[in-house]
């Protein structure tokens, strides 16, 4: 990929990830608390997860942007795939959302970085509730260490083939009114996104303070379906 000498969006690129993650880490963890929750009540309703009644005190929304094949999205059923993604320092937590599903018999696969060198940077390991409610998902407790597919400390979680995921939540650094996404510039999702299945649901999560005016895009830089919001 071109430098940033020969390539001048690398560098805006690189400008903007700085600014937005500054303005995302000034929110208060109670803002922070309460955009997430939103997301996920969002997200569970696009996702057609049994949730419950709406809380009365609920009283940020989440927007959505989405292209128009996204007004049609199934509801997942028992046994699908979803990959999602655990908060790492200040991005949206989806816990709520993660637990939602293992009530909802749905299966959970997480990011796990793959060593350098590897057909793609990372893959998703399917992990168990027990693992995720125990702490116990070295992938979940150092999110950037390289694992090697016949390393021990993953032979309990096995890897969900890209194709097989049933939907997928996408974490992101920026995003702009034309759902283009702006990642951590490690090329991880840009590797995978393409890997999975025509129908799979892929949705782009954020707070309201990542939206800019316009996200620097590359040719291979594609528009999410969906982005969610709050």
């Known amino acids: 990929m071109p ?18 993650r500054t303005l995302r880490s000034s929110l208060s963890p ?14 569970s309703r696009i996702l057609g997860l049994e949730k419950g009644e709406r809380e009365e005190d609920e009283t ?22 979803v990959a999602l993604y655990s908060a790492f320092n200040d991005e949206a937590n989806l816990d709520e959302l993660i637990d939602l599903c293992f009530r909802n018999e749905i299966q959970v696969a997480l990011p796990c970085m793959n ?5 793609r940077p990372m893959d998703m390991r399917m992990v168990s509730r027990s693992a995720w409610h125990d702490g116990s998902i070295p992938f979940v407790q150092n999110p950037l260490k390289r694992l090697a597919h016949d390393d021990a400390a993953v032979a309990s979680f096995p890897m969900a083939a890209p194709d097989a995921l049933d939907a997928i939540i996408v974490p992101l650094v920026a995003f702009d009114e034309q759902r283009r996404r702006l990642g951590y510039g490690g090329g991880n999702y840009d590797a995978y996104l393409p890997l999975v299945s025509e129908t799979c649901i892929v949705i782009g999560v954020a707070f309201a303070e990542q939206r800019v005016v316009r996200v620097p895009a590359e040719n291979h830089d594609l528009a999410l379906p969906v982005i969610v919001y709050a």
């Open 60 to 81: 940020i929304e989440a927007r959505v942007l989405a292209d128009r094949k996204a007004a049609s999205i199934p509801a997942l059923r028992k046994g699908d795939i």
């Open 115 to 119: 060593p350098k060198g590897s057909t």
């Open 3 to 20: 430098d940033n000498v020969n390539n001048p969006i690398i560098g805006k690129k690189s400008l903007i990830r700085s600014q937005i």
């Open 30 to 43: 109670h803002e922070r608390s309460m955009k997430s929750h939103a997301l996920c009540t969002e997200l």
